[in-house]
Structure formats: C-alpha cells, structure tokens
C-alpha cells in the first residue's frame, strides 16, 4: 500500500513554456500533499504543503505565482511551473499523506526537468 | 530554530554493520523518520519511530531517545545496494517534516 505515482518522470521543454507535473496517491486518500525540488547533491526542499480543496501554503522565496499547485482531490495533486527558465530546470518530488499512517508521507518517484 | 545533524558520508564494508546518527533539535515532536535515497531517485521510506527504543525491521533497526533528542539507523549485512543517502526527518508539532541534509553511505566490498 501508500503507493504514490508521478507523471511525466521527465520533461524537457523550452524556455518561456509552462509545465504540468501530477501527483497521484493511487491506493489511499492524501489529506495532504508536499511538493519538494532538489537540485543535484543537495537536500530536499520543501516548495510548497497543499491541503485538498484548500489553497498551498508556500515555503519562504517560492513564488506562488511561478508554481501554481492545485490538490484538486484527494489523490490528485498538480505542480505547473508557469513561464519557466533554464533555472528552474530540476529534480521535483511531491510526497502525501494520508490513509492509516498518518504522519508518513511517501514520495512519488519524481519529476526530472530541464528547461533549455 | 529547528535543526537536524547527521554525518555528511560514511563509508563501510560489504558484510559489516553500520550506524548512522542523528541528532535534532525542533519545536514539538510527532516521530523521526528515516528514508533511503539513492542517487536521481526520490526517497523511499525506511522507518518511523515516536516511542523510546529500538524498532527492527529485517537488516535495517532504528533507536530513538526522546529525552536525548537522538536517533540512529543501524544497517547489517551491508550490500553493495545499500550504497545510498539516509535522511532523518523529524515531524513537528505542526506535523511538518524538518529534514537533515542526508547522510551518503558508500560501501565497499
């Protein structure tokens, strides 16, 4: 169980584009889903914890207006990063929580961008 | 502040027994988790401690003391596959996860 899926797993676009990145818990209900970037050899970073039918509640230097997150359900939690740049270009990973372990977030498996 | 401290890498042998620390420091306590991740992979879920002791799950055992602000993850029989980053992660009292910066574990055989 707590099996959280990621689509695509890898995305290459052009700068100035948008780019949708979905979030599925696939076999439990997510109270709450947490989207995080991490660049190469560092840590995670939470961006952002979206609550469903609630608006994100964003980290400190994450432009809301840049990543918009939609957790329109309870198993669908959506990451755009709108007009995107080379400096986007990133490892993001969104986690949920949910279903009988309560504090546990399991991750998806993560989304690979490179913005040329 | 809230703050998360474990060894930036260790290394260790094929077959042998490693422990990996970590010590916190955070406003509130919901449990400490330990995740695996392996390089351009997303973490996986190793372990999830609230109580004082000792939880073991086949090779991998994890040990909190609350009261000490401490926890480590213990690995035996070590396998070459187990070559990854550790991150401790303790839950606040907001349930928000307050991440320490991994631990890389190299393994040689």
């Known amino acids: 169980g707590a099996v959280v899926s990621q689509h695509p797993s890898r995305v290459i676009c052009k700068s100035g584009t948008s780019v949708k990145i979905e979030c599925r818990s696939l076999?439990?209900?997510?109270?709450?889903m947490f989207w995080y970037r991490q660049f190469p050899k560092q840590s995670l970073m939470l961006m952002a914890t979206?609550?469903?039918?609630?608006?994100?509640?964003?980290e400190q230097g994450v432009e809301k207006d840049k990543f918009l997150i939609n957790h329109a359900s309870l198993t669908l939690s959506t990451l755009t990063v709108t007009s995107a740049h080379p400096e986007d270009s990133s490892f993001y990973i969104c986690?949920?929580?949910?279903?009988?372990?309560?504090?546990?977030?399991?991750f998806g498996p993560g989304t690979r961008l490179l913005v040329l | 502040g809230q703050n998360i401290d474990q060894p930036t890498e260790m290394t260790a042998t094929e077959g042998a027994i490693v422990q990996i620390n970590c010590t916190y420091q955070?406003?509130?306590?919901?449990?400490l988790f330990w995740y695996q991740q392996h390089a351009g992979e997303a973490p996986t879920f190793l372990s999830y401690?609230?109580l004082d002791g000792l939880e073991e799950k086949g090779r991998f055992s994890s040990f909190l003391s609350r009261s000490k602000g401490y926890s480590y993850l213990l690995l035996k029989e070590l396998q070459m596959k187990d070559s990854a980053s550790y991150l401790c992660a303790v839950c606040d009292s907001n349930y928000q996860l307050i991440w320490g910066a991994g631990t890389k574990l190299i393994i040689k055989p």
């Open positions: 076999d439990f209900q997510a109270t709450t």
């Open positions: 955070t406003s509130g306590f919901n449990g």
């Open positions: 401690n609230v």
């Open positions: 986690s949920a929580r949910g279903g009988d372990a309560k504090e546990t977030q399991y």
């Open positions: 979206s609550n469903e039918g609630s608006k994100a509640t964003y």
